[in-house]
């Protein structure tokens, strides 16, 4: 068995039923059975990708090393599965039909009208196709986002419809459906996935296996009575039942022998498939659920409204406070809303301060209140991107005493720019490119905080920015006592700033929460959550 197999999730009834928790634990039980595997997620939406939308929109924007701005379901993917994505593990119909057109202004359709079917089509099965071509993966898993039914995804699903005809039992259709209970009439209502499915069906797509999600338990002979109205074998269906932490769902997912299904139905023959090895897994959940103790963490953002804006710092602390056995209590604050007089009281209690990142002016001046006060209470405090420039700001005003230090985002006037647009990047912004995205380089400064945080010299992390510590000022701030301990020498930038008077204060330009995973916490969060804990235990004796 060679070839690549191709699975696909597609979702009905309402959104937001976990379509990308569910491919991510599908690929997290392949992956620990030994095989390779990626996931991919297809967006119906028209954007280009999902860089220009507000996070209000569909939450976070996600960032891959090859510094492509992506939905954060790409962010479970690496969690789960401790692989990198790129590029084209995520497509949007933007991308799809811009390259389409790109190729019609070049001629490449000789002539012909260029239509959906097959253009378009043929164009998202080549994106599809594109991560198996090379023989790297066992199974390309792709969710295809929006719920059927929706006149976005008619053109996804068609491809879907096309690609089982031509890979045959290479090909897996999931259909994730909710059963919602009626607590008037305490029943659980099967009519909603009978009518999706009849919708997936009506578009040319039978599915091979139904996963239900529900809050309470489905009896079997329901989900025989649902297989029956489906053309789904009885042992296909299989219930989601809503669980305490999204990494429980895969070991949900292995007892419901969702990867058994799956690998039955590409034609494995299971005796001679090893078991998935979840040991590792087993351990991290273990610490995770069986942690008592809390750490107290207040996430300072303007987006707080929206759990999703800020996906990847949550799962980050979440992964660090396990590996520290602790019970991660989150706080979130919205800055608009920080004040002189309320930080104290908004920030009462709080083992350790995150300040977000974040673009323009709204809540930023809450910003610099918390940062005050984490500051000048000694309480660890971790600034990301926009946190660090404004950990910068803040400490050029109040410690520098440069009372109208600003960033030329927030204040193109102002005469003390301590957060600047660099030479080169003005250059490249000039010639239409956008912002720094992705990895790159850093060189971490020997017996800083950051280098032992690490331990080595060199890392690369994740950028998504525009503005820069400003270098014109950075003998300034060195002699107040802040260091510059990571540097990107390639082009000079400041990339890490910490405080030593301070027991833990660090600004960081990138994102280290893009790199943490279940299994690979981030050495950042794991040390700023230990200081916090630390920072606790002095105060409360706990
Ligand atoms: N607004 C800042 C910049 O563009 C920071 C962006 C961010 O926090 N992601 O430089």
Redesign the pocket.
Known sequence: MDKTKYIFVTGGVASSLGKGIIAASLGKLLQARGFKVTNQKLDPYINIDPGTLNPYEHGECYVTVDGHEADLDLGHYERFLNVETHRSNNITTGRIYQNVINKERRGDYLGKTVQIIPHITDEIKRNIKLLGSKGDFDFVITEIGGTVGDIESLPYIESVRQLRWELGKNCVCIHLTYVPYLAAAKELKTKPTQHSVKALQEEGVQPDILVLRTEHPIPLDMRKKVGLFCNVDPQAVLQSMDAPSIYRVPLNMQAEKLDEVVLTKVGYDLTKVPEADMRDWNAFLAKLEGATEEVNIALVGKYVQLQDAYKSIMESLSHAAAYNDRKLKLKTVLSDKLTAENVASQLEGMDGILIA????QRGIEGKFEALRYARENKIPCLG????M?AMVIEFARNVLGFADAN?T?LDPHTPHNV?DMMEDQKTVLNMGGS?RLGAYQCELTPNTKAYEIYGCKSIRERH?????FNNHYKADFEKAGMVCSGINRESDLVEIVEYPAHPWYIGVQF?PEYSSTVLKPHPLFISFVKAAIENRKQKTGK
């Open positions: 990142p974040g673009f323009g990301i991107c926009m946190g420039q960033s985002e957060v912002m998504r920015h525009r503005f820069e994102h």
